[in-house]
């Protein structure tokens, strides 16, 4: 808070009291707002509203100028730049051999974002770098496996289970295909029934979509809601709902588990590649050879890779509940109608640099800040153009926050 002291106050004292003597004692709040803020500057001046006397560029926000704690469920496309379709698929030379053993990462362009991996598990070790071909080998498919089912099974599981014909979980699986999409991509949770991946084999090219088809999952484990995943589209572009053609593939082995809340698609090898062909390389390389590049064992994440590469979309959405802040800031015909822009006034006196601001002074809102008790800027908005304000002008200008 600002103050006037030493021959300042004096000064301002006794100008108060001639004030008063020359108007018999009669004295408003526009009136002594005038006479004070000759002595301050800057932020310090103050505005008269109304009867009372409030800081000329600052106002405290009243009881029912904010409102807090309110909650929206904002949807936008998962991947780099908030676009719903991934259609380049790109791999670093910087990702370590090492860790290349277990999954692979897919950028959106060369040297771009991290959009998602790729990932092979199996339960016993089957495709991983054998032991008699490579002592150090650490058997990676099983590691992974083991990954995936401490982060997403719950207690007592031990397999990862699909379809089996007409029945849910009927079907034991020891091997995965994994797609993790990035953390930094979809946020708090994928958009279920918002997302499609087209993969490509040697057979044919094949949409997948997940079965959610309504708000909430009927099962719900450790990992959050689990959907099934199934052949289908998606039908964008048209009134109608999306269409599941087959959650099992033509044996009769479900496609696999979606698990939103982590932003994990668990895939059923077996099912997809009886579906678009080229089989699961288990160490003779013979399923390896359909794809360019692909020729060693412990390589099946790269079939996966391929696969999607080949389909040449992935499509997909993030679903985000954001905390919001509604703030009304009020600026009434009386407030804020002088600037403490220095082009605003003249002379050592303060006179108007426009005359006609004597009685009608002009000023326009570009910026609007929001400060908390402690003095300290927490949030500045600003406008999309100018907005003129004067005495007969009334400006609401409402800043919301999300968090």
């Known amino acids: 808070m600002a103050q006037i002291n030493g021959q300042a106050g004096v000064n301002l004292s006794q100008e108060l009291?001639?004030?008063?003597?020359?108007?018999?004692?009669?004295?408003?709040?526009?009136?002594?707002?005038?006479?004070?803020?000759?002595?301050?500057?800057?932020?310090?001046?103050?505005?008269?509203?109304?009867?009372s006397i409030s800081t000329g560029i600052y106002k405290r926000f009243g009881e029912f100028d904010q409102v807090n704690g309110k909650v929206e469920v904002v949807t936008t496309g998962l991947w780099t730049g908030d676009t719903g379709s991934l259609s380049t698929f790109a791999t670093s030379s910087t990702q370590s051999a090492a860790s290349l053993n277990y999954y692979v990462n897919n950028y959106n362009v060369a040297g771009g974002d991290i959009q998602y991996a790729v990932a092979y598990g199996h339960r016993y070790g089957s495709g991983s770098i054998s032991l008699e071909n490579n002592d150090s080998s650490t058997l990676a498919s099983k590691a992974t496996y083991a990954q995936y089912k401490q982060l997403l099974l719950d207690q007592g599981d031990d397999t990862f289970k699909f379809y089996s014909g007409s029945t849910e979980d009927g079907f034991d699986s020891d091997e995965i295909y994994v797609i993790n999409v990035a953390r930094a991509r979809y946020k708090e949770k994928m958009d279920a029934g918002n997302w499609s991946v087209i993969l490509s084999g040697s057979s044919q090219k094949h949409t997948f979509i997940d079965n959610s088809g309504k708000k909430f999952s009927d099962t719900v484990g450790k990992a959050g809601r689990i959907f099934n995943i199934g052949s289908g589209s998606l039908n964008l572009g048209t009134e109608s709902e999306a269409t599941i053609n087959s959650l099992i593939d033509s044996n009769g082995r479900g496609y696999g588990k979606f698990y939103p809340d982590q932003g994990i698609l668990v895939?059923?090898?077996?099912?997809?590649?009886?579906?678009?062909?080229?089989?699961?390389?288990?160490?003779?390389?013979?399923?390896a050879s359909v794809y360019s590049g692909i020729t060693r064992e412990g390589?099946?994440?790269?079939?996966?890779?391929?696969?999607?590469?080949?389909?040449?979309?992935?499509?997909?959405?993030?679903?985000?509940?954001?905390?919001?802040?509604?703030?009304?800031?009020?600026?009434?015909?009386?407030?804020?109608?002088?600037?403490?822009?220095?082009?605003?006034?003249?002379?050592?006196?303060?006179?108007f640099a426009e005359s006609t601001f004597e009685k009608d002074p002009k000023t326009f809102i570009t910026t609007v800040g929001l400060i908390n008790d402690a003095n300290e800027t927490i949030a500045v908005a600003k406008t999309s153009q100018p907005i003129p304000k004067s005495f007969d002008k009334e400006v609401l200008i409402k800043v919301k926050l999300d968090f």
């Open 17 to 51: 009291a001639n004030y008063l003597d020359a108007n018999q004692g009669n004295l408003t709040s526009e009136q002594i707002t005038q006479i004070i803020n000759q002595y301050l500057s800057g932020g310090d001046k103050l505005g008269a509203t109304g009867g």
């Open 267 to 287: 895939l059923n090898p077996t099912a997809v590649h009886q579906t678009i062909g080229t089989s699961v390389d288990s160490g003779s390389n013979s399923g």
């Open 299 to 351: 390589q099946n994440h790269f079939l996966l890779h391929e696969a999607i590469r080949g389909g040449g979309d992935f499509q997909a959405r993030r679903t985000e509940n954001v905390s919001t802040s509604h703030y009304f800031i009020r600026a009434t015909n009386r407030e804020f109608n002088f600037s403490n822009n220095p082009t605003f006034t003249t002379g050592s006196d303060g006179s």
